[in-house]
């Protein structure tokens, strides 16, 4: 796995400008094709993929299989629509379960 890759998936309008950063960029249409593109991107030697937050909602179970996995990590951002908080829920649990407490 030397050559690690940063994915960014979601709707269009929420992922193509990350393209001008240089990050490999993947608009789907639905919820449904971005399992599908998700779990390709993880056999694909991605070990980071930024998810909007509006899919995330719609694919629980799949972004619950990466969780404790080395790679991808699985950052959820905001979408167009802006943030569902599902992101900072996240990282809040998992600071809870690194420090012991809720730090934030």
């Given at each position: ?15 193509l ?5 240089g ?11 971005a ?12 070990a ?14 799949e972004v ?7 790679t ?13 908080g ?19």
């Open positions: 796995m030397s050559n690690w890759k940063i994915a960014v998936l979601g709707d269009r309008e929420s992922v400008g990350f393209k001008a950063l990050l490999s960029v993947f608009p789907a249409e639905t919820a449904e094709e399992k599908t593109v998700l779990h390709r991107l993880a056999k694909e030697d991605y980071v993929v930024y998810l909007t937050e509006q899919y995330a909602a719609q694919m629980e179970a619950a299989r990466y969780k404790d996995e080395l991808p990590a699985v950052i959820l951002i905001p979408g167009k629509a802006g943030s569902l599902i992101g900072m829920a996240n990282v809040t649990k998992s600071v809870e379960r690194a420090v012991g407490a809720d730090i934030l």
